[in-house]
Nanobody, 115 residues
Framework: VQLQASGGGLVQSGGSPRISCAAS????????VGWFRQAPGKEREGVSCFRSFEGVSSYSDSVKGRFTISIDKAKNTVYLQMNNLKPEDTAVYYC?????????WGQGTLVTVSS
């Protein structure tokens, strides 16, 4: 599966952008899909995960209640709706698709939150 993330950019604090990750070569519903982020000088951290086969989503404590992950199966695209953004949400956001044997990564999209 190939993943192409998009939708990042400069956003004001409190903004609500949505970033996307379009998949090709395989069906996203066959994977556990997720969003990770890496802030400058920090390690990559998990933000959200969605397991289509279980219908279960999960979120890190830092974004719970503000971010929502979703999948449009017809478009084979996973989204991350981000609400009430804070400057500490500034990071490169990466989408992933995971099987028991391998993790596939998108190229990342930069989200910069201005205060």
């Amino acid at each position: 599966v190939q993943l192409q993330a998009s939708g990042g950019g400069l956003v004001q604090s409190g903004g609500s952008p949505r970033i996307s990750c379009a998949a090709s070569g395989s069906t996203l519903a066959d994977y556990a899909v997720g969003w990770f982020r890496q802030a400058p000088g920090k390690e990559r951290e998990g933000v959200s995960c969605f397991r289509s086969f279980e219908g279960v989503s999960s979120y890190s404590d830092s974004v719970k209640g503000r971010f929502t992950i979703s999948i449009d199966k017809a478009k084979n695209t996973v989204y991350l709706q981000m609400n009430n953004l804070k400057p500490e949400d500034t990071a490169v956001y990466y989408c992933s698709a995971e099987t028991p044997n391998k993790v596939y990564w998108g190229q990342g999209t930069l989200v910069t939150v201005s205060s």
